[in-house]
């Protein structure tokens, strides 16, 4: 790890390039794009935001973008999310009592995480049913995961005694761009960038 900050800002520009380079002008017009940019309200989300912003800005590219945040618990925060990238449209998807119904959950408890991961997958295919893209353009769903949640994935699958490799690959989830159902695709922008470098 660096003590340098530009350094590591750099090192994450490079590797957002890289990810541009290798998975999306290969095989994809980047002006034909229409992200969905999942937010979270962390700072793994908005690094994600604003990288590709600034990666189409300085090729004078036009971006495509909507971004959107689920809110699960209530608070405030879903609500400060847009104030943060000004530039973007950000909707809310209120999936409060949805959240309910699925985990069950009580205050107090342990938070079910894989039902709550569950519950907004199931609001955010929802969203991309209702809100289909103009004509010609493709769907990236992108989320601000990075190189070291793969590598996190690796450690809990070997942990548990599997081909940690093999059945990361075999679930699809180490791939930097999946084609989901349609002609969606799951895109993680963030795949070749270590956790500190979006801080």
């Known amino acids: 790890m660096t003590s340098n900050p530009q350094s590591a800002i750099d090192a994450f520009h490079r590797k957002l ?10 095989a994809f017009d980047p002006e034909r794009l229409h992200w969905w940019i999942s937010l979270s309200g962390g700072k793994d989300s908005y690094a994600m935001a604003e990288g590709i912003r600034r990666w ?3 090729r004078g590219l036009r971006l495509t973008a909507t971004g959107f945040t689920i809110d699960q618990w209530g608070g ?9 990238l000004p530039w973007l449209s950000v909707e809310v998807l209120d999936a409060r009592e949805l959240t309910k ?3 069950g959950y009580a205050p107090g408890e342990q938070a079910p995480c894989r039902r709550c991961a569950d519950t907004r997958r199931q609001v955010t295919d929802s969203l991309l049913l209702r809100r289909p893209v103009a004509q010609g353009f ?5 989320r601000g995961l990075h190189l070291s949640d793969t590598a996190v994935s690796l450690a809990w ?5 599997r081909d940690a490799a093999s059945d990361l690959l075999g679930a699809g989830k180490a791939r930097p761009i999946a084609q989901m159902a349609g002609d969606v695709h799951l895109v993680k ?4 960038a270590r956790e500190f470098e979006t801080a």
């Open 101 to 103: 119904s699925v985990t």
């Open 157 to 161: 699958r070997f942990a548990l005694g």
């Open 138 to 142: 493709v769907p990236f769903l992108a």
């Open 189 to 192: 922008p963030l795949a070749y």
């Open 76 to 84: 405030a925060a879903p609500l400060s999310i847009g104030a943060q």
């Open 17 to 26: 390039d890289m990810f541009f380079h290798l998975h999306v002008e290969r």
């Open 56 to 58: 189409y800005q300085a």
